[in-house]
């Protein structure tokens, strides 16, 4: 027997597409903006901090960052965005949404300006402190993932509910296009101011001081968009249906949702008190209901996560062993950090902001399963393509297709599941459990992208770029596979997906009782 939906959560299902959700897009979408920054601009820098920590005198080849360094300086932020994902997740559910929120944005702003600073001038103390910041960096982004997805998720009507949450994610295009072009601008800048030669010219002058406040300002930079974007984070009202469904206050509920739609919105405690479905997230109904659901979110993400993050760290080797980007010892330091910013560049403008913005156009159309498997299918089509006539792209006049072809496994990600993976998870659980649950899927994610990270250093080292790019095709054709336990959500309710409205025959239990009476709430995980 279904429920009787609340007046304000049906208002805001078949509200009409207006500024507020503008609003939303745009103050979650920054910190997805900054999130993309952080992690991926890393991979610019690296090898930078490689020349000139780890320089050997009389060395033909410039320095370069250890196998387990450059592992350690490349995955740490994804082992602390792992933890923040689970922590925050669980955290949105118990605290509210906005409330978390805030703390979430000033870690990331802190931890950004701290990563570009060191305890020390050695290797070993820039690394360390790089690696400790970068930790907890990685875990302010990660509560971003669940509490953004959650935010816009609830905010936004059923016609149109994937598109703003696509929109949001599809900032991370921008901020992966972001981070190559201020690499771009700064490099530039001191390219200009500090002429140098090449390694092989002369390898102590291919490398000048001055290098060193490259990679820091680059780092740092992520802590600007955040910042710009704490003021209106603070202002948003929580979310209608963490107020009424979680918190159980249908008058603040209405109150806040009155002022968001500009329209009069009836408060209906007594609706609210009738409502059941409290089952717990390790509980038996939650399983029975949502097990094959939540085993469907997290292999997919952890899935793609291997081949998406595995392909984005280390886009700079799989260049330079094909020879798009000249050998190291032909170029100067810097010279290096931009033709590697150029190229990542180049592959974000082509194909990764394409690709987020047509899942936006197309997701509300065609629905998350078809673009979720037609993206796992052309990547892995394209993977393969890649890796078994290998040896053909390396020659130098396939390697324009080579890059053509690379463009587009980024394109089919981000117009397939990379998007994908992120919207399901925010719209098919219950609001009690949705951050939480969500925070479980993106954390499932970056375990992917921990084994892409740290596996794929080691792969290309131990098995070649050719067999890790097979096995990464592998990993795609299993994705397809397990997307088939992902249920179609587009154009329902979020609690007609959950199972929300759906009427629950026992009475609230004594203790479930004495909470509505005496007006407190505790959320179940």
């Known amino acids: 027997m279904a429920k009787e939906q609340l007046e304000v959560l049906k208002a805001l299902d078949v509200a009409k597409t207006q500024w507020y959700h503008f609003t939303a897009i745009v103050i979650a979408g920054m910190g997805f903006f900054t999130d993309a920054y952080d992690l991926f601009c890393i991979s610019l820098v690296t090898k930078l901090i490689g020349r000139i920590y780890y320089q050997q005198p009389g060395a033909a080849e410039p320095g370069s960052l250890p196998s387990n360094v450059s592992a350690a300086v490349n995955g740490v932020a994804f082992c602390g965005t792992l933890t923040g994902q689970l922590f925050f997740g669980w955290l949105g559910d118990k605290l509210g949404r906005k409330r978390v929120y805030g703390m979430v944005l000033m870690v990331m702003v802190i931890c950004s300006v701290a990563s570009g600073l060191s305890f020390g001038r050695d290797a070993k103390a820039v690394v360390s402190t790089l690696c400790f910041f970068r930790f907890w960096l990685g875990f302010g982004i990660g509560g971003d993932y669940p509490l953004s997805a959650t935010i816009m998720s609830e905010y936004a009507n059923k016609k149109t509910r994937g598109a703003f949450i696509a929109a949001v994610f599809a900032m991370q295009g921008f901020g992966i296009l972001a981070g190559g072009m201020v690499a771009i601008i700064v490099s530039a800048a001191f390219k200009h101011s500090f002429p140098a030669p090449s390694y092989e010219d002369d390898a102590a002058a291919s490398i000048f001081p001055q290098a060193d406040y490259v990679w820091r300002i680059i780092l740092m930079f992520g802590a600007l968009p955040a910042l710009l974007t704490y003021y209106w984070r603070a202002k948003m009202p929580e979310t209608a249906r963490y107020t009424a469904l979680v918190a159980k206050n249908a008058k ?51 899935l793609l996560d291997i081949a998406f993050y595995s392909q984005n760290l280390f886009q700079k080797d799989i260049f330079s062993a094909i020879g798009w980007i000249p050998k190291a010892k ?189 007006g407190t709430r505790t959320a179940p995980v």
């Open 252 to 302: 603040q509920a209405a109150a806040d949702m009155s002022k968001v739609l500009q329209v009069e919105v009836e408060a209906e405690q007594e609706k609210i008190e009738q409502r059941g479905n409290d089952f717990g997230l390790f509980s038996k109904d939650f399983l029975s209901r949502h097990g094959w659901h939540l085993l469907g979110t997290t292999s997919t993400w952890f």
């Open 330 to 518: 032909t170029m100067s330091a810097l010279e290096e950090v931009f033709k590697i910013a150029r190229a990542q560049t180049l592959i974000a403008l082509c194909s990764t902001v394409p690709g987020y913005w047509f899942t936006v156009a197309f997701i509300d159309r065609i629905g998350r399963f078809t673009i979720q498997i037609m993206g796992f299918f052309f990547m892995t089509v394209f993977m393969f393509a890649l890796a078994i006539p290998y040896q053909h792209w390396t020659l130098r006049e396939n390697r324009v297709g080579f890059v053509v072809m690379y463009s587009l496994t980024f394109f089919f990600s981000n117009f397939g599941p990379n998007a994908t993976t992120f919207v399901v998870p925010a719209e098919i659980f219950p609001a009690r459990l949705r951050s939480t649950c969500h925070g479980i899927s993106a954390a499932a994610g970056k375990a992917g992208a921990i084994v892409g990270a740290f596996g794929f250093q080691y792969a290309e080292k131990g098995i070649g770029v050719r067999n890790s790019l097979i096995i990464l095709g592998v990993v795609n054709f299993l994705g397809l596979l397990f997307t088939f336990l992902v249920p179609e959500s587009k154009g329902r309710s979020l609690e007609d997906l959950s199972g929300e409205a759906e009427q629950e025959n026992a009475a609230p239990s004594e203790s479930r009782q004495q909470e509505i009476e005496s």
